[in-house]
């Protein structure tokens, strides 16, 4: 076939995807579209010859455009929903975000906001958080902030506890250190409540193994604990005074203060609900 009957009949398909309206008009020999009054009709020099193509006018550019952007956006959402559900082992904490905040704590959400506007920073030289102190400060909540923040700019984030890692390294088909390993294509891995877990010579070797594999790795990592800053300064158990050495270098400690929001949640649910109670 003829290279000149192979492009007449592209030049026809194309067509067909650009039909004729009733009040496009022609001018100076070319289809224009009633509408936006622009070419959809085009003069081009084909094997030394002229040829009238079909092109898109401007409508149909503008229209082409947001058809193109829905559908960016749609897989936009599509993978910052598999993001969130990949990374939020504890569907609660898909909830907790600083939209939800209910002030308790500004200091600690100002970091936490700092935190997720300075990340490309903290990723380039691999440094995460260490929020410590007593129970029902908002250490958790802040940490699953950060993880939702960054999720919506579309960094991949993984909050779990260490115990829940454990069990899945250990139920993975391809091998404890494989799961291992695969902790480390998120850009930020959060631990919450560290030391809360059963105290074993294994599990010890797990944690220090999931902290090693993110410090030579050279990524984040946030780690939320019960534990006072005089407890993982001076343990008595050498492998943790390794685990707790290297968790300073990695990460910014913060000293996480206040009242226990849980039993303050506690008095308010009994409150709200003694009178229906009849207590």
Request: aromatic fraction near 8%; glycine fraction near 6%.
């Amino acid at each position: 076939m003829e290279v000149g009957v192979i492009m007449s009949s592209l030049i026809a398909k194309a067509a067909e995807n650009i039909p004729q309206e009733a009040d496009d008009y022609i001018k100076d020999g070319l289809l224009y579209c009633g509408k936006c009054h622009t070419q959809k009709q085009c003069r081009i020099n084909l094997l030394g010859s002229e040829a009238v193509v079909f092109c898109l006018c401007k409508c149909a550019k503008e229209k082409q455009e947001a058809e193109e952007e829905e559908l960016r956006q749609r897989e936009h959402l599509r993978r910052l929903d598999s993001l969130r559900r990949t990374g939020f082992p504890d569907s609660d904490m898909l909830r907790w975000t600083f939209d939800t905040d209910d002030g308790g704590n500004r200091k600690l959400t100002q970091i936490a906001k700092a935190y997720v506007e300075n990340f490309a920073k903290f990723k380039a030289d691999g440094k995460g958080l260490l929020l410590y102190g007593t129970v029902g400060t908002g250490k958790t909540f802040a940490a699953a902030c950060i993880a939702n923040a960054l999720i919506d700019k579309g960094v991949a984030c993984m909050v779990s506890s260490m115990a829940r890692i454990v069990n899945m390294a250990q139920a993975c088909e391809s091998g404890r250190q494989a799961y291992l390993d695969s902790l480390n294509r998120f850009d930020l891995l959060v631990i919450d409540d560290l030391s809360s877990e059963r105290e074993t010579e294994y599990m010890t070797e797990m944690v220090q193994s999931i902290i090693d594999a993110r410090y030579r790795a050279h990524k984040p990592l946030i780690v939320t604990t019960n534990l006072t800053g005089d407890e993982m300064k001076s343990p008595e158990d050498m492998s943790k005074q390794r685990i707790y050495s290297r968790l300073f270098e990695m990460c910014i400690p913060y000293e996480v203060k206040g009242d226990d929001r849980r039993k303050t949640k506690l008095t308010n649910d009994y409150n709200a609900y003694k009178d229906l109670l009849g207590l």
